[in-house]
C-alpha cells in the first residue's frame, strides 16, 4: 500500500511485528485536543475496526491518536503507531507508556532513524505514512487547520477513502470535518459504514498478496485424518513454519527460531495463513486457528 503513496519513504524502521504492516489498514486520526464525546468516537470505532481484522493506524499523539491506539489494545488486537521522530523516542514524551505496549503488542514505525528527536516540520512527513499504509482514513474530530487534515489530504490524493464524523456547528473540534465533508469526504455515523466501504478493497487487496507472495494458500493448514498437520504442503518452508505453530500462541522470535527461517519469510508467510483463516494473531503473538 504504501509504495503506491505519493513520495512513499526510502525505508522503514519498525519496532514490533512488521507483519503488520501488509495488514490492511485504516487510520483513525484527529485533535490533540479532542472532546470527551471524541475521544468515545475514536475508542468506539477503533474497537470495531479491531473486531473485524481491520488494522488501526495511527499517530501516536495525544488526544484521538492514543484513543484509537488504547481501544484497539485493549480489544486485544494490535496496532500502528507512525512517529515523527526516531522509533527510539516516544513523542509526546507522556505517551511513553502507550509507545512501550504498541512496541511490544504491535508495531511503532517510523522513516527516520533511531536517535531522532521529534521536530514540528517532520510530522507532516509521518502523516503522509499513516495515509500510505491505509486503505482509508477517518477523521473523528479536528479544527478548521488541524494537522489531520493533511494525512486525510494525502489519502484522497492517493486514491484512498476519506471519512469524517460530523459534529455540533458550534464545536470548534468539528469544523475540520466540516471542512472535508465539503470537499468530498464521506460522512459517517457508524463504525458499520466505514467497514462496509473498505471490505471490498481489503479483500481485493488480500487477493493480490496471495498473488503477490506466491503462496500455495489453498493447502496451507489443510490437516491429515489426525489433525496434527498439513497434509500437503508444495512448499518445504511452509510445513516448516506450520510444525513450529501451534495452539497455544508464540511471537515472532520463537518462530523463527524453531523454524530455522528469516524474519522475512515467516512474516509473508504469517500474513498469508492468517489472510486464509488458518492463524490468528494477539498481541503480537501467533497461533494455529482451532
Not at 505514512?129 to 489519502?155: D, P
Not at 466505514?194 to 493448514?221: E, K, N
Not at 490437516?223 to 515472532?252: C, E
Not at 530455522?260 to 490468528?280: I, P
Request: aromatic share 4%.
Amino acid at each position: 500500500m504504501l509504495r503506491r503513496a505519493p513520495n512513499p519513504p526510502l525505508a522503514l524502521f519498525v519496532e514490533g511485528d512488521p507483519l503488520l504492516l501488509w495488514r490492511p489498514g485504516v487510520a483513525i486520526v484527529g485533535s490533540r485536543a479532542p472532546t470527551a464525546g471524541g475521544r468515545d468516537n475514536a475508542a468506539q470505532f477503533a474497537r470495531c475496526f479491531a473486531a473485524s481484522g481491520l488494522a488501526v493506524v495511527s499517530g501516536l499523539a495525544s488526544g484521538i491518536d492514543a484513543a484509537a491506539h488504547e481501544a484497539t489494545l485493549a480489544a486485544g488486537s494490535a496496532t500502528v503507531a507512525v512517529l515523527g521522530s526516531g522509533i527510539d523516542m516516544p513523542y509526546p514524551r507522556s505517551n511513553a507508556r502507550l509507545h512501550a505496549r504498541i512496541a511490544s503488542e504491535g508495531a511503532v514505525v517510523s522513516e527516520y532513524p533511531p536517535g531522532t528527536p521529534a521536530r514540528r516540520e517532520q510530522f507532516p512527513s509521518r502523516n503522509r505514512i499513516v495515509a500510505g499504509l491505509t486503505l482509508g482514513t477517518l477523521v473523528v474530530e479536528a479544527a478548521y487547520r488541524s494537522g489531520a487534515l493533511i494525512t486525510a489530504r494525502v489519502a484522497a490524493e492517493s486514491g484512498r477513502e476519506v471519512f469524517a464524523i460530523p459534529g455540533s456547528i458550534h464545536n470548534p473540534m468539528a469544523r475540520g470535518c466540516h471542512r472535508l465533508l465539503r470537499d468530498g469526504a464521506q460522512l459517517v455515523e457508524s463504525p458499520d459504514e466505514v467497514i462496509a466501504a473498505l471490505g471490498p478493497l481489503a479483500a481485493s487487496l488480500a487477493g493480490a498478496l496471495r498473488t503477490r507472495l506466491d503462496a500455495p494458500i489453498q493447502c496451507v493448514g489443510t490437516t491429515s485424518l489426525s489433525g496434527s498437520q498439513p497434509a500437503h504442503i508444495p512448499d518445504p518452508d511452509y510445513n516448516r513454519l506450520w510444525n513450529a505453530l501451534a495452539f497455544d500462541p508464540s511471537g515472532m522470535d520463537d518462530l523463527v527460531a524453531r523454524s530455522g527461517l528469516t524474519v522475512a519469510r515467516v512474516s509473508a508467510m504469517l500474513l498469508v495463513m492468517e489472510l486464509d483463516g488458518r492463524v490468528e494473531t494477539a498481541h503480537g503473538r501467533y497461533s494455529r486457528k482451532s
